[in-house]
Structures are given as structure tokens and as C-alpha cells.
């Protein structure tokens, strides 16, 4: 019923840049945490970037490429990325907070595609 979707993936050629955003397809972002995390083939899920209340971190594979913001008047997350590297191939997903009314939840995105070739 409540999941996020995220855009904005596709194919990118090595030190290419892709923007991926991400919306609730109701209610709105919380206050407090939003995170985008990455599957890459034959390897597990991996946290790439959190954004909290005490601002935000990376992993150190992505640190001074990747760019976690949100824009609360617009209901988004995005997840900027600049020189993409091959092994930055990956299903991206979006992971934040929700709320709807009174609800809270923990919604997640069901993953764009994240494709690095030369």
C-alpha cells in the first residue's frame, strides 16, 4: 500500500553523472532519518548514504561523490552522483520514514537500476 519510488536511474559511461529521487506515493518524509542503500550483483545490500537528524553520512566507496538531500517543500529525496565509477553498478533503493495522518512508517522503494559501462 505505502511504498516510495524512486527515478532516475539508467546508463552512464564511467565518470558520468546520474540524480535519482525518490517520493512516498502518499503522505510525507518525516523529520528524522532517510537513507539510500545499493544491491550490486553477487554482492549484499549496502547502506550508501543516511540523512538524520544529525546529518548526514556515507560510505566510504562513495564519500565525496555521492550527495544525500531532501527538499521538504517538495516531498523528495534525492541521491546525486558524480563520477560514477563501474563498480557503483547497482539496484538503488530509497528508505526513509513516512507519515500518513496520525501513522508512521518505514517505507521502501522497490529499486531503479544503476548501470556503469564503458
Known amino acids: 500500500q505505502l511504498q516510495l519510488v524512486e527515478a532516475g536511474g539508467g546508463s552512464v559511461q564511467p565518470g558520468g553523472s546520474l540524480r535519482l529521487s525518490c517520493a512516498p506515493s502518499?503522505?510525507?518524509?518525516?523529520?528524522?532519518?532517510a537513507g539510500w542503500y545499493r544491491r550490486a550483483a553477487g554482492k549484499q545490500r549496502e547502506l550508501v548514504a543516511t540523512m538524520s537528524d544529525q546529518g548526514t553520512s556515507y560510505a566510504d566507496s562513495v564519500k565525496g561523490r555521492f550527495t544525500i538531500s531532501r527538499d521538504s517543500a517538495q516531498n523528495m529525496l534525492y541521491l546525486q552522483m558524480n563520477s560514477l565509477k563501474l563498480e557503483d553498478t547497482a539496484v538503488y533503493y530509497c528508505?526513509?520514514?513516512?507519515?500518513?495522518?496520525?501513522?508512521?512508517?518505514?517505507?521502501w522503494g522497490q529499486g531503479t537500476q544503476v548501470t556503469v559501462s564503458s
Open positions: 502518499r503522505g510525507i518524509f518525516g523529520l528524522y532519518v
Open positions: 528508505n526513509a520514514e513516512v507519515i500518513v495522518g496520525e501513522a508512521v512508517y518505514d517505507a
